[in-house]
């Protein structure tokens, strides 16, 4: 197999890697946390969900971004082609911030409150 074939299979396997963490991450999510959502304390419980599903999608998108990567640099590097992954990688960005403010309740940059 030459190397641009490779490179493209190790991308595609990396983005069907992403996919399948949040896809299990989210039925794991589910299952897990499923008693918590509907116990005493629904919103502590729903709350808890969320944040697990946000951490499997955050992880997902990272290796769907690295996937990207992979595909792009070394299969493509045309500037058009590059140009897309720019923009792919800055909405993969943008979400995954958001979802880290999901999670921790803080913006990434802000340091963890003293306990």
Not at 47 to 69: F, H, K, M, P, T
Not at 84 to 108: H, N
């Amino acid at each position: 197999m030459e190397f641009q074939k490779t490179v493209e299979v190790v991308g595609k396997a990396v983005e069907a890697t992403g996919v399948a963490v949040i896809v299990i991450g989210i039925l794991l999510a589910g299952i897990r946390n499923a008693g918590a959502a509907f116990g005493d304390e629904p919103h502590r419980g729903f709350r808890r969900v969320r944040q697990a599903v946000a951490r499997s999608i955050l992880l997902g998108l990272e290796l769907l971004i690295a996937g990207d990567i992979i595909r792009t640099v070394a299969v493509d590097p045309t500037f058009t082609s590059v140009g897309v992954l720019a923009l792919i990688v800055l909405v993969r960005t943008f979400i995954s911030i958001e979802l880290e403010l999901e999670i921790s309740g803080r913006w990434p940059w802000q340091r963890k409150e003293e306990q």
